[in-house]
């Protein structure tokens, strides 16, 4: 079935360090892919997203690339802040499902003044 | 951008004793809501899925008559655990789709249930 694997964390990073969070799936067609990222006591929020192959999305400085020859999602920011401290999430929405979304387990950053 | 509001966030109940979760969409109508769970180092995992004046669709290996959700109103939406157990000691946590919207879900901030 789809499935969503992304780098376990916790990750830890010095303010204005480069981060990458890798992510790669398994699905059947073309699915839909996200990043969530949640911040202490607060809900999932939609960080980012790519609808087909060679996409980009972007938000708040973060990029990924939809990657269909490496079935892979990967987050970047050049120089993260403390305030980026959070768990971030790597989804797949399949094709024609009704929006409900795959998850990978979640990788919980730290970023260190 | 869109509210969901879950309560509790923190749960401790005793075996034996039932616990409901609500999700509300507060500035939105939703007729979509899904449940999802998360054991600690797992992935969220979709539990169910709600439509709005119908029966939920559940997710094979979720016992529908231990996981009771209620999706009554396009704001509000209950899971109710039913005679909980320590193996249901879990994050939960809700999502709901905009009426008419597109992918979009908007998250709760998670309900953590602990079983004694």
């Known amino acids: 079935g789809d499935s969503v694997t992304q780098m376990e964390g916790p990750v830890t990073l010095s303010e204005e360090a480069f981060l990458t969070i890798n992510c790669t799936y398994t699905?059947?067609?073309?699915?839909?892919l996200f990043w969530y990222v949640q911040y202490p006591g607060e809900g999932l929020q939609l960080l980012l997203k790519?609808?087909?192959?060679?996409d980009k999305g972007s938000n708040k400085g973060f990029e990924a690339t939809y990657r269909k020859e490496t079935t892979s999602f990967h987050l970047e920011k050049g120089s993260v802040q403390v305030s980026d401290s959070a768990v971030y999430f790597c989804a797949l929405n399949p094709r024609g499902s009704q929006g409900n979304l795959i998850f990978g387990k979640g990788t919980k950053l730290s970023v260190k003044p | 951008g869109a509210v969901v509001s879950q309560h509790p966030s923190r749960v401790i109940c005793k075996s034996g004793t039932s616990v409901k979760i609500e999700c509300r969409s507060l500035d939105f109508q939703a007729t979509t809501m899904f449940w999802y769970r998360q054991f600690p180092k797992q992935s969220l995992m979709l539990m169910a899925t709600s439509n709005e004046g119908s029966k939920a669709t559940y997710e094979q290996g979720v016992e529908k008559d231990k996981f009771l959700i209620n999706h009554a109103s396009l704001t509000l939406s209950t899971l109710t655990v039913t005679s909980a157990h320590p193996e249901d000691s879990s994050f939960y946590i809700c999502s709901a789709r905009r009426a008419g919207g597109n992918e979009k879900l908007f998250f709760g901030s998670g309900t953590q249930l602990s079983v004694l």
């Open positions: 790519a609808t087909k192959a060679d």
């Open positions: 699905a059947t067609g073309y699915p839909s």
